[in-house]
């Protein structure tokens, strides 16, 4: 059998069991201004942590959400286990994004991913679908879900 077989049989048998837990990253000011800077979303609820904490409900400034999504692929790196043969992995997509639980500023965020579904796309390409949540320390309830597509690519 080649890697990809393997590969494939090996999340077809694992789909609805956990694939990974990431650890925890903190988000902090420093982190939700670059985001800010960088995607130009300079709202006040991010960057401004006086009129957060006055004007707002959340006592503080919160992460964007979109800076949340985008530690998804870092969750991946400490989640996902190395597959002999994948040469590459990309970032194909989400089904479905929710943002349920604002993020605080000073917060520790993780992911935890379950396999959902695969689909070889050719010889030398898998599609897998995994359920992402993204929690936060201590809450009760997560800062987002997710279905993620990611393409990985065998040699």
């Not at 650890?23 to 957060?52: C, E």
């Not at 919160?62 to 286990?81: E, M, W």
């Given at each position: 059998m080649s890697h990809i077989d393997i590969a494939y049989a090996a999340i077809q048998d694992s789909i609805g069991t956990e694939i990974g837990v990431s650890d925890w990253q903190t988000i902090d000011q420093k982190m939700i201004d670059k985001f800010g800077s960088v995607t130009l979303d300079r709202q006040f609820i991010h960057n401004d942590p006086i009129r957060a904490a006055t004007e707002t409900p959340f006592g503080g400034t919160i992460a964007h959400g979109f800076l949340v999504l985008s530690l998804a692929s870092r969750f991946a790196f400490d989640s996902f286990p190395a597959t002999?043969?994948?040469?590459?992995?990309?970032?194909?997509?989400?089904?479905?994004?929710?943002?349920?639980?604002?993020?605080?500023?000073?917060?520790?965020?993780?992911?935890?991913?379950?396999?959902?579904?695969?689909?070889?796309?050719?010889?030398?390409?898998?599609?897998?679908?995994?359920?992402?949540?993204?929690?936060?320390?201590?809450?009760?309830?997560?800062?987002?879900?997710?279905?993620?597509?990611?393409?990985?690519?065998?040699?």
């Amino acid at each position: 059998m080649s890697h990809i077989d393997i590969a494939y049989a090996a999340i077809q048998d694992s789909i609805g069991t956990e694939i990974g837990v990431s650890d925890w990253q903190t988000i902090d000011q420093k982190m939700i201004d670059k985001f800010g800077s960088v995607t130009l979303d300079r709202q006040f609820i991010h960057n401004d942590p006086i009129r957060a904490a006055t004007e707002t409900p959340f006592g503080g400034t919160i992460a964007h959400g979109f800076l949340v999504l985008s530690l998804a692929s870092r969750f991946a790196f400490d989640s996902f286990p190395a597959t002999q043969g994948q040469v590459m992995g990309m970032n194909y997509g989400f089904d479905k994004v929710r943002f349920l639980t604002p993020v605080p500023c000073g917060a520790r965020v993780r992911g935890r991913f379950i396999a959902k579904d695969v689909v070889r796309k050719s010889d030398m390409q898998l599609l897998q679908t995994s359920a992402l949540t993204v929690e936060i320390e201590g809450a009760a309830k997560p800062a987002l879900i997710a279905d993620w597509l990611t393409l990985a690519v065998f040699s």
